[in-house]
């Protein structure tokens, strides 16, 4: 498992708007990591050409350096020139977004990512997101920004500016407070490459498609234990054992529910909001309610499956 420091002193917390889109650009270009919101959960932000930068992130969150980041850009035009778009990337981007889908593409020729960015991989992932502060704080620092979510690596992700405080302490110097992320669940990933179009990532915006055969490591979130709580998880739980925070959904209504009208979009955006009450419970042990396999729920199943996988 991995070992985080203590967290020290709390950062620096603007609300989004100028002063602080001003404030983290400055830091960005000085190479210092920071909080931002985004529609999915808070990213920890840095420059994705800039090595020295790019270690930062990983130092910060503990994170395995051979799991590759997800590249932010504010534009479709900024993307072309850090990756090769065959028709049906392109078509994608043009459909999708600003939005939380993510695409796995082969590096331009001459992309200035850095090589960490991307693990040393071929490919690199990259998103444009629909949330404003991301998008402004791309355009104020002129560069495309690394951006995993902004919490220990493998623990539960961010969907509130408290949430990053909490987790990072003084690893992270400034927090974007843009209140409760909309979708409170990464973005889908896939990759594309010769036509064809892989799920890698399961998320908010359904494709159709099933998860495809795995080759490897080729994005983030594919680590088998990932997004996991600091207490044993159990999954597929209608009833809780006496040491255990029942998250409920739908007819099990458990300590809280994720829905109790059984509502996959409400239980997606609460996921993370209740995986972190279930940590500061005074139970030793989270218990989690069946989740149906469709739709947003297997997303959610998805990530609630690597939270209670072994930790290594």
């Known amino acids: 498992m991995v070992q985080v420091k203590d967290q020290g002193p709390a950062p620096r917390v603007l609300r989004y708007g100028p002063e602080a889109i001003a404030a983290a650009a400055r830091l960005v270009a000085r190479g ?3 909080a931002v ?3 999915t959960v808070y990213g920890l932000a840095a420059d994705a050409t800039d090595a020295r930068a790019v270690a930062r992130i990983y130092e910060a969150k503990g994170r395995p350096q051979f799991n590759p980041l997800i590249v932010h850009v504010a534009t479709i035009d900024q993307a072309l020139a850090l990756a090769r778009f065959e028709p049906a990337a392109g078509q994608l981007a043009e459909q999708y977004w600003p939005g939380p889908l993510t695409l796995v593409l082969p590096l331009a020729e001459d992309s200035p990512i850095a090589a960490l960015t991307t693990a040393g991989l071929p490919t690199v992932a990259l998103r444009c997101s629909a949330h404003p502060a991301m998008r402004d704080l791309i355009l104020a620092s002129g560069r495309p920004l690394a951006a995993p979510s902004a919490n220990p690596s493998g623990r539960v992700s961010p969907t509130r500016a408290e ?3 909490a ?3 003084d690893r992270v ?3 974007i407070d843009g209140g409760p992320t909309l979708h409170g669940l990464e973005s889908t990933i896939v990759a594309v490459a010769d036509g064809e179009v892989r799920l890698l990532r399961p998320g908010p915006i359904d494709l159709g498609l099933a998860a495809g055969d795995l080759r490897g490591i080729e994005a983030p979130g594919q680590m088998s234990s990932h997004y996991a709580p600091a207490k044993p998880l159990r999954l597929e739980a209608n009833i809780a054992q006496p040491d255990e925070w029942h998250i409920g959904f739908g007819a099990v209504r458990g300590d809280v529910s994720l829905s109790e009208a059984g509502d996959l979009v409400e239980a997606a955006a609460r996921l993370f909001d209740l995986l972190h009450a279930a940590e500061r419970s005074d139970r030793c042990a989270i ?5 149906p396999e469709s739709g947003l729920g297997i997303a959610i199943n998805d990530r609630l499956r690597r939270a209670g996988a072994p930790r290594a």
């Not at 218990?287 to 989740?291: L, Q």
């Open 32 to 34: 210092i990591p920071v």
């Open 37 to 39: 919101p985004t529609e």
């Open 163 to 165: 949430h990053v405080v």
């Open 167 to 169: 987790a990072l302490g």
């Open 173 to 175: 110097a400034l927090v």
């Open 287 to 291: 218990a989690v309610a069946p989740i």
